[in-house]
């Protein structure tokens, strides 16, 4: 037993439906979430700034002695994680590999779509470890740089929402993909309007649902999940206005947050 939190972060919202499932799954576990919202979207930036925040990040949430780290950002995790993840004695998971096998898992055609940032796609790592699983599948990657702000703003629906959405999955459509790879966290908010576009019989992984889910496997191998006698608890720390998380981070739990919200000056983390 471990009665020390799990650290989850994220580039802003997005990462809360990550913190849903593991609340989900794990109800005994206290969480520590930090959304870096004064610097949302990572997607758009360059590999060495989003590797200085993955690390101001990673040094924020050891503050409160966690004894595992996601990074539930499709981008930090393909573009920073594979640089710096023997930095730390903390074990640390992104989204990629949880998402990654969970999709080869259960595709049948062999043929895996990635929706991601530009960031994530840039780096290529869905499909360097899908690959690594099976060589014989391929996969399709499709940036779709709208799809965080238009989350992130509530446009979760709706007829601007339908048409970007349409447009970034006609070459998903033709290229023929049974399952497609949700590689950004905020994604999971559009999943009906995706599943419209794309249809029913095509399998979509939850990325962040992935990663609870191995998380709470691999804490179980380490012998190190909570204790189940008691109920979990959750901080939330955020760098920029706390209103708005809290307006619109039920939207990503499904509920209203419950627990505290801070600021935290994330650039004075060195």
């Known amino acids: 037993m471990d009665k020390r939190p799990i650290g989850i972060f994220d580039s802003g919202l997005g990462g809360l439906t990550c913190v849903k499932e593991v609340l989900s799954l794990m109800p005994c576990e206290d969480v520590i979430y930090f959304g870096d919202t004064g610097r949302v979207p990572y997607g758009s930036k360059g590999r060495d700034t989003i590797v200085k925040y993955t690390r101001q990040n990673i040094k924020f949430l050891r503050r409160f002695d966690v004894k595992y780290i996601i990074i539930a950002c499709g981008t930090a995790s393909s573009a920073a994680l594979p640089m710096i993840e023997k930095d730390y004695d903390t074990e640390i998971e992104g989204v990629v590999k949880p998402a990654s096998d969970e999709a080869v898992a259960a595709t049948k055609n062999k043929k895996i779509a990635v929706l991601g940032t530009a960031g994530t796609v840039r780096s290529g790592k869905y499909a360097e470890v899908i690959a690594g699983a099976d060589k ?30 349409r447009e970034y999955l006609e070459p998903v459509i033709e290229f023929g993909a049974d399952t497609i790879i949700l590689g950004c966290t905020h994604y999971p908010i559009l999943e009906k309007v995706i599943s419209g576009i794309v249809g029913e019989s095509v399998t979509l992984i939850n990325s ?63």
């Open 136 to 165: 014989s599948i391929s996969v399709l990657q499709k940036a779709c740089p709208m799809f965080v702000p238009l989350v992130e703003n509530g446009y979760t629906s709706g007829k601007i929402t339908e048409e970007i959405a």
């Open 208 to 270: 962040g649902a992935a990663a609870a889910r191995h998380t709470k496997k691999r804490l179980a191998e380490l012998n190190m999940l909570g204790d189940e006698k008691k109920r979990g608890s959750v901080r939330y720390f955020v760098s920029d206005m706390v209103e708005g998380f809290a307006e619109l981070g039920g939207m990503f739990l499904e509920r209203e947050i419950g627990g505290s919200i801070e600021y935290i000056d994330i650039d004075g983390v060195v």
